[in-house]
């Protein structure tokens, strides 16, 4: 049995990702008080609809074709899974730490990225894609 199999929040963040980014289920998955940790922002991101906002936009930046895990680690309620993926020709290579609460909702979600010209071309990316769901929803 794969780690995934047996933890229902990771195959649920995995169904998510495969799905290309169905924003329903990503808000399912979250706790009310979820945190999010950017590789580009300094402080944390604190509440279900921000982490939503991070979240939604980094799937759809990030979770192209090219995008794939290569590994992951499961300790209980907490995972990390490193990542690869392709934007504009820049090869980028990332984890992500996740951590459930008791009831299998993600409650901590820490994005980390490498190498630098990677993480410039996320930030410039995430950018834009925040900003055009800024101006949907406003």
Not at 7 to 20: D, K
Not at 38 to 60: C, I, K, M, N
Not at 68 to 75: A, N, Q, S
Request: proline content about 4%; cysteine-free.
């Amino acid at each position: 049995m794969s780690a995934t199999a047996g933890h229902a929040g990771l195959a649920a963040w995995h169904a998510y990702m495969e799905g290309r980014g169905d924003p329903q289920a990503l808000r399912d998955l979250l706790a009310p008080d979820a945190v999010f940790h950017s590789p580009v922002v300094h402080t944390p991101q604190e509440g279900r609809d921000t982490v939503f906002a991070y979240l939604h936009a980094a799937s759809h930046v990030l979770g192209g074709d090219n995008f794939r895990y290569l590994r992951e680690i499961v300790d209980g309620d907490q995972a990390m899974l490193e990542f690869e993926t392709e934007i504009d020709g820049i090869r980028i290579n990332g984890v992500d730490i996740i951590r459930w609460d008791n009831s299998g909702k993600i409650a901590d979600f820490k994005v980390m990225v490498r190498p630098l010209k990677a993480i410039n071309k996320v930030w410039e990316t995430m950018a834009k894609m925040l900003a055009a769901q800024a101006a949907k929803s406003g």
